[in-house]
């Protein structure tokens, strides 16, 4: 490893950020077996620590929670963050698309302005800030314009309430609005070693408009940390239990991957989980990887994956690991 995390650029915003990011979504419990605050308020601060600057929340995880779990953190570190955070997954109105009910609660997809900015107050509130550094569309409101979202986006960044714009969950056709209005300056969609086709649907659109790239799900939902063995379970309401990319099947093949990547891990000194997100920040086109911690040793230990420079040949023993393994993987 060397010292010092990798910083890169954020599309055209004068914003630079941390390559490795903290993925707050199991912080706010919802999907995840629920949240210990003060666990999760240290691996913020452990992330910090560690060289990690880009913080990524949403208001729908938890409906509030982790927005605030992440304000109570950075509250005497503000200036250390690039804070991200979301709009578009409403609970206090009906209109747009309905997406999914949250205790009993309808959530719609929603991004028109008034929606977006009555949005933007309230996560301000729940972060304890002046300002969110990138504001993202979380899920697309196929109700709305892009047009009428983003002329949102542009009066709210002209008043300083946010600094930079994003957009996630974007189909092709989307991108291309987004990217015609001139103004966005990242993508943030699910990428990893078992999820890689934006590599031929998004990457290349944003590339060309010098949109950066934010991957979420790096570590596939854990399944790529090394740690997800056969015998693991899973209880409660996480999305886990059900899910067919956690079958035994795939957990088997996941753990065959981890033993072959093992040696590129070994000369690094480094951990599997950390060669994978390595690998992720060295793909083409993906700029940032956002990485989930529940605790304060998961966020150390993915905070310190950005100080990794992997070689040509680490790569591509990597690569043949992934299509040795991986190759017929259940969705």
Same mark, same amino acid.
């Given at each position: 490893?060397?010292?010092?995390?990798?910083?890169?650029?954020?599309?055209?915003?004068?914003?630079?950020?941390?390559?490795?990011?903290?993925?707050?979504?199991?912080?706010?419990?919802?999907?995840?077996?629920g949240?210990?605050?003060?666990?999760?308020?240290?691996?913020?601060q452990a992330s910090l620590d560690e060289g990690v600057s880009l913080i990524d929340t949403a208001p729908a995880y938890g409906l509030g929670r982790a927005e605030e779990i992440v304000g109570m953190a950075i509250r005497h570190r503000r200036d250390e963050v690039v804070?991200?955070?979301?709009?578009?997954?409403?609970w206090h109105s009906q209109q747009g698309k309905h997406f999914f009910d949250y205790d009993g609660r309808p959530v719609h997809r929603h991004l028109g302005k008034e929606s977006i900015v009555y949005e933007v107050e309230r996560s301000l509130q729940r972060l304890g800030t002046d300002r969110i550094d990138h504001y993202i569309t979380h899920w697309q409101d196929p109700t709305t314009p892009v047009e009428e979202t983003v002329e949102a986006l542009v009066q709210l960044r002209d008043q300083g309430?946010?600094?930079?714009?994003?957009?996630?969950?974007?189909s092709q056709s989307e991108l291309r609005a987004y990217a015609a209005t001139g103004v966005l300056d990242a993508?943030?969609?699910?990428?990893?070693?078992?999820?890689?086709?934006?590599?031929?649907?998004?990457?290349?659109?944003?590339?060309?408009?010098g949109v950066s790239t934010l991957?979420?799900?790096?570590?596939?939902?854990?399944?790529?940390?090394?740690?997800?063995?056969?015998e693991r379970t899973f209880s409660g309401d996480d999305q886990r239990k059900d899910n067919p990319r956690f079958s035994l099947?795939?957990?088997?093949?996941?753990?065959?991957?981890?033993?072959?990547?093992?040696? =590129?891990?070994?000369?690094?000194?480094?951990? =599997?989980?950390?060669? =994978?997100?390595?690998?992720?920040?060295?793909?083409?086109?993906i700029t940032h990887a956002l990485c989930g911690a529940r605790n304060p040793g998961q966020a150390r230990e993915n905070a310190r994956a950005g100080r990794i420079r992997l070689s040509t040949d680490d790569v591509t023993a990597i690569d043949n690991a992934v299509t040795a393994h991986l190759t017929d993987l259940d969705a």
């Amino acid at each position: 490893m060397t010292t010092e995390m990798q910083i890169r650029p954020l599309g055209s915003s004068t914003i630079e950020a941390s390559a490795v990011g903290l993925g707050t979504w199991a912080i706010g419990g919802w999907m995840w077996g629920g949240t210990d605050e003060a666990e999760s308020i240290a691996a913020i601060q452990a992330s910090l620590d560690e060289g990690v600057s880009l913080i990524d929340t949403a208001p729908a995880y938890g409906l509030g929670r982790a927005e605030e779990i992440v304000g109570m953190a950075i509250r005497h570190r503000r200036d250390e963050v690039v804070l991200a955070t979301k709009c578009g997954l409403v609970w206090h109105s009906q209109q747009g698309k309905h997406f999914f009910d949250y205790d009993g609660r309808p959530v719609h997809r929603h991004l028109g302005k008034e929606s977006i900015v009555y949005e933007v107050e309230r996560s301000l509130q729940r972060l304890g800030t002046d300002r969110i550094d990138h504001y993202i569309t979380h899920w697309q409101d196929p109700t709305t314009p892009v047009e009428e979202t983003v002329e949102a986006l542009v009066q709210l960044r002209d008043q300083g309430k946010i600094r930079s714009i994003g957009a996630s969950n974007v189909s092709q056709s989307e991108l291309r609005a987004y990217a015609a209005t001139g103004v966005l300056d990242a993508i943030e969609e699910e990428y990893s070693m078992v999820k890689r086709d934006i590599e031929t649907t998004l990457l290349p659109i944003a590339a060309e408009h010098g949109v950066s790239t934010l991957s979420y799900s790096s570590l596939a939902l854990g399944l790529l940390t090394g740690r997800m063995g056969p015998e693991r379970t899973f209880s409660g309401d996480d999305q886990r239990k059900d899910n067919p990319r956690f079958s035994l099947a795939n957990r088997v093949k996941a753990a065959h991957l981890m033993e072959a990547i093992m040696p =590129v891990a070994e000369a690094h000194a480094a951990t =599997v989980a950390q060669v =994978v997100i390595a690998w992720t920040v060295q793909q083409p086109g993906i700029t940032h990887a956002l990485c989930g911690a529940r605790n304060p040793g998961q966020a150390r230990e993915n905070a310190r994956a950005g100080r990794i420079r992997l070689s040509t040949d680490d790569v591509t023993a990597i690569d043949n690991a992934v299509t040795a393994h991986l190759t017929d993987l259940d969705a």
